[in-house]
């Protein structure tokens, strides 16, 4: 009989403990090392969180404190997340791809007190950027040496911390279940930062009644399709919602984990044979095109599909942006149906979702159980349920922006109902790109970055469904012209002059300036420059002289999209 869980009325730190007694001989994780997969049991998964709980009971930390990591992907990772959750606090993940900067407003704005970092390297440098004038209590290494970081807040080792807390759980038996007893359902329990369309992050405060309402309706949804005793790869960002709902589900089932990484996961598929595969889209189309490239016989393209995902996958997810079509109908043709939905980090995270029984592809699918959905007059998504946060943290301006006056969530995205039950999403009200990676990115936070270069007038941002990010860009000709000693006005020779080599450096030169302010997911990796110029009598920008993204967009698509034809490009920085 299909194994579900149990989960109504519990957090999940109360599930994942259940879940170490019930299963506490079995292998949880296995982690690469340099002599073969480490097993890691769910007992000594369950000692290692517990380690962590007690250790920052015993500082004093509790709720609503809030405790942060930036950091890689490991298990000391997963430990110290699960650990922060117990010991009551709220946990704030940030990404690790993040720039200093970021991740310093990040830290400032959540009013984190302690973090938790994977090198020295990194501690350095945000103690460089002003790491000490926050609200910071203490620091802890995931890797290396206190000693080697220069700085005046107290700082530990994770051994230093894992010993100090397995010593505390030894003299307070009963501790973690009274811990784990604690938190309220109304109680926050994680808090994600999401890219707004303009300025700063916003903290995105999930309660556990947010989580579980989410858990639960996924589990109706999706439940019966899980097989029992998974053998699954983890590899997605534990950073992102995404991924560290992927970790949740693996403790729900009991799965048998396998730590990959963005670049040696697709290998993996076929080594390890796992049952199930959580990705975003790019991974999908990856191993769509290396199928139907193998042979013109649809036959051998379906049995190369079978032999690339490891001949053994019976539940797929797909996430953190739209799969295309084809790539679905491709899958189910070769008998892998592909679970697909439609959700934003602030309704923790899912809305809709298609069911295996009851689909259509050109959707998101249908609304979850205990989601409510309308249209707006404009056709915006609304959404209503207990799955949806409160509001952002510390920015009532925000909050009251995001919601109707009658306590609708707006969603930002453009629908339409198709046979009055499912969700099609046709167009982003706001104006954020999400890549084929899953990464959303605000493409007026990275344009604004090139005011201060006189050569460019314009530049539009793209790469919505893309593997990564190119740009649009017209030229300030008057500052050109000058630079250049080429004054005669004739236009023929302005086109020329944009294709000059000298021209092309330059705009290279402003590119990479302000790439090295970004993430490497927000930098541009190729763009075209336009010869023309826009303005409102070509529809470019409005009166005001605000750029009209979307007509520029749809007027210089061709050659953006030739932009990744022309190029090919590893997919994994885009992910990882």
Request: aromatic content about 10%; hydrophobic content about 40%; overall charge negative.
């Given at each position: 009989?299909?194994?579900?869980?149990a989960?109504?009325?519990?957090?999940?730190?109360?599930?994942?403990?259940?879940?170490?007694?019930?299963?506490?001989d079995?292998?949880r994780?296995?982690?690469?090392?340099?002599?073969?997969?480490?097993?890691?049991?769910?007992?000594?998964?369950?000692?290692?969180?517990?380690?962590?709980?007690?250790?920052?009971?015993g500082?004093?930390?509790?709720?609503?404190?809030?405790?942060?990591?930036?950091?890689?992907?490991?298990?000391?990772?997963?430990?110290?997340?699960?650990?922060?959750?117990?010991?009551t606090?709220?946990f704030?993940?940030?990404?690790?791809?993040?720039?200093?900067?970021?991740?310093?407003?990040?830290?400032?704005?959540?009013?984190?007190?302690?973090?938790?970092?994977?090198?020295?390297?990194?501690?350095?440098r945000?103690?460089?950027?002003?790491?000490?004038s926050?609200?910071?209590?203490?620091?802890?290494?995931?890797?290396?040496d206190?000693?080697?970081?220069?700085?005046?807040?107290?700082?530990?080792?994770?051994?230093?911390?894992?010993?100090?807390?397995?010593?505390?759980?030894?003299?307070?038996?009963?501790?973690?279940?009274?811990?784990?007893?604690?938190?309220?359902?109304?109680?926050?329990?994680?808090?994600?930062?999401?890219?707004?369309t303009?300025?700063?992050?916003?903290g995105v405060?999930?309660?556990?009644?947010?989580?579980?309402?989410?858990?639960?309706?996924?589990?109706?949804?999706?439940?019966?399709l899980?097989?029992?005793?998974?053998?699954?790869?983890?590899?997605?960002?534990?950073?992102?919602?995404?991924?560290?709902?992927?970790i949740?589900l693996?403790?729900?089932?009991?799965?048998?984990?396998?730590?990959a990484?963005p670049?040696?996961?697709?290998?993996?598929?076929t080594?390890?044979?796992?049952?199930?595969?959580?990705?975003?889209?790019?991974?999908?189309?990856?191993?769509?095109?290396?199928?139907?490239?193998c042979?013109?016989?649809?036959?051998?393209?379906?049995?190369?599909?079978?032999?690339?995902?490891?001949?053994?996958?019976h539940?797929?997810?797909?996430?953190?942006?739209?799969?295309?079509t084809?790539?679905?109908e491709?899958?189910?043709e070769s008998?892998?149906?592909?679970?697909?939905?439609?959700?934003?980090?602030?309704?923790?995270?899912?809305?809709?979702?298609?069911?295996?029984?009851?689909?259509r592809?050109?959707?998101?699918?249908?609304r979850?159980?205990?989601?409510?959905?309308?249209?707006?007059?404009?056709?915006?998504?609304?959404?209503?349920?207990a799955?949806?946060?409160?509001?952002?943290?510390?920015?009532?301006?925000?909050?009251?922006?995001?919601?109707?006056?009658?306590?609708?969530?707006?969603t930002?995205?453009?629908?339409?109902?198709i046979?009055?039950?499912?969700?099609?999403?046709i167009?982003?009200?706001?104006?954020?790109?999400?890549?084929?990676?899953?990464?959303?990115?605000?493409?007026?936070?990275?344009?604004?970055?090139?005011?201060?270069?006189?050569?460019?007038?314009?530049?539009?941002?793209?790469?919505?469904?893309?593997?990564?990010?190119?740009?649009?860009?017209?030229?300030?000709?008057?500052?050109?012209?000058?630079?250049?000693?080429?004054?005669?006005?004739d236009?023929?020779k302005?086109?020329?002059?944009?294709?000059?080599?000298?021209?092309?450096?330059?705009i290279?030169?402003?590119?990479?300036?302000?790439?090295?302010?970004?993430?490497?997911?927000?930098?541009?990796?190729?763009?075209?420059?336009?010869?023309?110029?826009?303005?409102?009598?070509?529809?470019?920008?409005?009166?005001?002289l605000k750029?009209?993204?979307?007509?520029?967009i749809?007027?210089?698509?061709?050659q953006?999209?030739d932009?990744?034809?022309?190029?090919?490009?590893?997919?994994?920085?885009?992910?990882?």
């Open positions: 009989m299909q194994y579900l869980p989960v109504e009325g519990q957090t999940s730190i109360q599930l994942f403990m259940q879940a170490a007694e019930q299963w506490s079995k292998v994780w296995r982690n690469p090392t340099e002599h073969g997969w480490e097993a890691i049991t769910w007992d000594t998964y369950r000692r290692k969180v517990s380690g962590v709980a007690t250790f920052l009971h500082q004093g930390y509790s709720y609503p404190d809030k405790i942060g990591i930036l950091a890689a992907n490991s298990l000391e990772w997963i430990y110290s997340a699960l650990g922060v959750m117990t010991s606090a709220i704030v993940p940030i990404y690790a791809g993040n720039t200093i900067e970021q991740s310093l407003f990040m830290i400032n704005h959540s009013d984190m007190q302690l973090l938790i970092l994977d090198s020295v390297d990194m501690a350095n945000l103690i460089a950027a002003g790491l000490e926050t609200k910071l209590r203490q620091l802890i290494l995931l890797q290396g206190p000693k080697d970081c220069v700085t005046s807040l107290p700082i530990y080792c994770f051994e230093e911390l894992s010993q100090a807390g397995a010593t505390h759980t030894n003299s307070t038996p009963g501790l973690i279940e009274d811990l784990a007893r604690i938190p309220q359902f109304d109680d926050i329990a994680y808090m994600i930062y999401t890219s707004g303009t300025g700063d992050p916003k405060p999930l309660s556990h009644r947010n989580l579980a309402t989410s858990t639960s309706d996924w589990l109706t949804v999706n439940g019966s899980i097989p029992e005793d998974v053998l699954d790869i983890h590899w997605l960002p534990n950073s992102h919602i995404y991924g560290w709902g992927a949740g693996g403790n729900l089932f009991g799965f048998e984990s396998y730590l990484n670049i040696n996961i697709l290998e993996l598929l080594v390890l044979k796992p049952d199930i595969f959580m990705s975003v889209p790019a991974y999908y189309e990856k191993l769509f095109l290396n199928a139907i490239n042979s013109n016989d649809k036959d051998e393209q379906i049995e190369k599909l079978i032999e690339l995902t490891g001949g053994n996958l539940f797929l997810l797909s996430g953190g942006a739209g799969l295309k084809e790539i679905k491709f899958f189910l008998g892998m149906w592909i679970t697909e939905g439609y959700g934003l980090s602030e309704c923790s995270p899912t809305l809709t979702m298609n069911h295996k029984d009851d689909y592809f050109d959707s998101v699918g249908k979850f159980p205990s989601v409510q959905l309308k249209l707006a007059t404009d056709g915006e998504i609304l959404a209503k349920g799955n949806i946060f409160s509001g952002y943290y510390k920015d009532p301006e925000a909050t009251k922006a995001c919601f109707t006056p009658d306590g609708w969530f707006q930002g995205d453009l629908g339409i109902w046979d009055d039950r499912f969700l099609k999403i167009d982003r009200k706001k104006d954020i790109i999400v890549t084929s990676g899953g990464k959303n990115i605000a493409p007026q936070n990275i344009e604004r970055k090139f005011t201060d270069h006189p050569e460019i007038e314009h530049i539009v941002i793209y790469g919505d469904a893309k593997k990564y990010l190119v740009a649009l860009i017209t030229l300030n000709e008057n500052f050109i012209r000058q630079k250049f000693q080429a004054l005669d006005p236009t023929a302005w086109k020329s002059i944009v294709n000059r080599p000298e021209v092309i450096k330059l290279q030169k402003a590119v990479d300036q302000v790439n090295n302010t970004l993430p490497s997911f927000e930098t541009i990796k190729y763009f075209h420059i336009s010869d023309q110029h826009f303005s409102p009598a070509n529809g470019l920008l409005t009166a005001a750029l009209r993204r979307k007509a520029a749809e007027q210089f698509r061709s953006l999209d932009l990744y034809i022309v190029h090919t490009d590893a997919i994994s920085e885009t992910v990882g």
